[in-house]
Structure formats: C-alpha cells, structure tokens
C-alpha cells in the first residue's frame, strides 16, 4: 500500500564503494525525484525525471547517476563513495499537469559511509 | 537558495491552536505558497498549499495576506503528533520542472 517506497532504509558503506538506491513509486505519477537531507538537516533536490528523462540535474557530482526504467521507478547509483555523501536520501513523485500538484515523498534512506 | 523566511522555532500548547509564520516577500504572482512538514525521520508530508485565497483542508488552513508577501499556517487543534519541522516553499520552476526549495523550516514542538 506504501506509495513511494525506497530500498535499502539503510546502507552502511566503505569509502569508494559503488551502492544502488531504488525507488518505486505505485501512484501512477509522471515525476520522480531524488532529494539529498544532509547532517545539518538541509532537504536539496538532486534530480528529476519526467516519463523517464532527466529534467533537473542541480550540479550533483557525475558520481551520481540516476536510472529510470520506468516512470514507476527512479533509481540513484553512486560511484566511489565518500565521507560527505552520508546523508538521507529522499525519494518523492508528483502528477505535473495539474497547477499546484504535490509532491510526496518516500521513508529515505539513510547512507553512512565509512 | 530559499526565498522564505521562518521563524526557527516555535512551541504550541496540546488543543490549542497553532500558527505558523512565513515571510516571502519576494514571490511572483504565479508562484503558489506551499506547506511541508517533516516528523522526526521521516519524510517530508504535503500540508497544503495556496496561491492568493485562503485554503482549508482537513489538516489545516493556510491564510495569505493581500499582498501575499507573509502567510500563516493554523494547525486548528494541535496533537503531539504535530510535533515537526514546518517548511514554508515557494513553487519555483514551471510544468514538468517543479522544484521544491527547502529553507531550515520551524521547529514546532507541541506542549502537553
């Protein structure tokens, strides 16, 4: 019943690891994001896609590939690990052809690199 | 960068109405206020969100001054589950490019 779910809920990691985050979304909603919470609790956007392209990329290290299969699905690979990507990370989707849609987010998960 | 401004924190009695400053002084006129909140861990929850009207829905209602450069949100009767970081957005962006921008929120810690 979840709507935006998000898998692993936590990943502990070593530094120059790669690590996979998937998202699945079941509201049937064109939009997925990825959104970074980092450990002085500020939520940044990361990405978006729209029907499986990229829409927003906001400067995020090319160490962070997001992968849509599907507009259902929007997951984030990381390459090379490092300290400072220990963070949350938010999942979230919005119907965008309504004016003033939502977005709704998933349970994030939570990286800790070491 | 955030164009609102929040108080950084706030306490609110059990039962009693809270509300909830926001200042955006800087919005343009198609630019919806919308409201978020983020319980402890969990991720953030769409409250409700207005562009020139007031708006009520079953969580709470948002007040926009004419001008529409402050709002204020009215949690009617708050809960301890209330209890959260409360983000004030401006929707920047246009159709298919609906970024949210984060502030640092108001901390609403509910009293029993």
């Known amino acids: 019943d979840t709507a935006v779910s998000q898998t692993p809920k936590y990943l502990v990691t070593q530094m120059g690891n790669d690590k996979s985050i998937k998202c699945e979304q079941n509201l049937g909603h064109d939009t997925m994001y990825w959104y970074k919470q980092d450990s002085k609790k500020f939520l940044k956007i990361m990405f978006s896609?729209?029907?499986?392209?990229?829409?927003i990329n906001e400067t995020v290290p090319n160490r962070f590939s997001p992968k849509s299969p599907d507009k259902a699905h929007l997951n984030l690979h990381i390459n090379s690990l490092e300290l400072g990507d220990s963070a949350v990370y938010f999942c979230?989707?919005?119907?965008?052809?309504?004016?003033?849609?939502?977005?709704?987010f998933g349970p994030g998960t939570r990286l800790l690199v070491l | 960068d955030a164009k609102t401004t929040q108080p950084p924190s706030m306490d609110c009695a059990e039962g009693r109405a809270a509300n909830l400053p926001c200042n955006h002084s800087?919005?343009?006129?198609?630019?919806?206020v919308y409201w978020y909140r983020q319980i402890h861990s969990q991720g953030p929850q769409y409250i409700i969100h207005?562009?020139?009207n007031n708006e009520t829905n079953e969580m709470a209602s948002l007040i926009i001054t004419e001008d529409r450069k402050s709002s204020t949100l009215i949690l009617p009767h708050a809960t301890l589950r209330d209890t959260a970081v409360y983000y004030c957005?401006?929707?920047?962006?246009?159709?298919?490019?609906?970024?949210?921008?984060f502030g640092t929120g108001t901390r609403l810690t509910i009293i029993p």
């Open positions: 800087t919005i343009s006129g198609n630019e919806y």
């Open positions: 896609y729209n029907n499986k392209e990229l829409i």
């Open positions: 979230a989707s919005s119907q965008v052809n309504r004016v003033g849609e939502t977005q709704y």
């Open positions: 957005i401006v929707r920047v962006g246009n159709f298919g490019n609906e970024k949210l921008t």
């Open positions: 207005g562009l020139k």
